[in-house]
């Protein structure tokens, strides 16, 4: 399995089924499991993303810098499975701009997911299609409840690793599309050493 295509378990063809129960380990100090393998956001893959294009690139050319990794444990995708795991964004900054996962809608806009945090200092950027945005803090025990039809973005910060654990429907799928070539109306930069919400410049 490469690093950066989703695993899905392989059920023997037919409508996915619920998996046997199971367990798994995530670290509470840096959110990691200690058996599974994680799924890894390079700034490679964000090209076009961040608001600052030469930031980026001057960035990308000394390295290609892990951003974040989650896990994806191969639930399969029916009805009635949960998908849960960590999310782990590091800090750091491209340009002014705070390093972020990609951000997607459901496949099946009106399903919700549940984030709580474990670890860091940081946000949930959330927008609808009718153009609502809404942003929730993350910080240690803070829980984050993302409704149906609103895309999500996680955005750390702070100096430390955004630690999250999250819940959805396992066949929720992920809209990538409208993000990746909208992005979402704002962003979240650093301005005086703190974070302020702005318009995103390159949203039409
Ligand atoms: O898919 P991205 O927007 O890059 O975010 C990465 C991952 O973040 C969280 O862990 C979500 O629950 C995952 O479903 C998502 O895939
Ligand atoms: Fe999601």
Known sequence: MSANTRAHD????????????????????NGLSDTKPSLKRHLSKMSGMYADDDAYRAMLEKEDTLLYEFYDLGVPEAEGNLAFGTSIVYPGKVGDEYFMTKGHFHTILDTSEVYYCIGGKGFMLMENPEGDVRIEAFSPGRAVYVPGRYAHRSINVG????????????????????????????????????????????WK
Request: no cysteine.
């Open 10 to 29: 392989a059920t023997t063809g037919g409508t996915p089924a619920a998996p046997a129960p199971f367990g798994v380990y995530f670290s509470l100090n």
């Open 159 to 202: 100096p430390e690793p955004l630690i999250t654990f999250y819940v959805f429907r396992a066949d929720a799928g992920h809209d990538y599309g409208s993000i990746e070539t909208k992005g979402f109306r704002k962003i979240v930069m650093e301005r005086d050493g703190a974070p302020v919400v702005v318009d995103n410049p390159k």
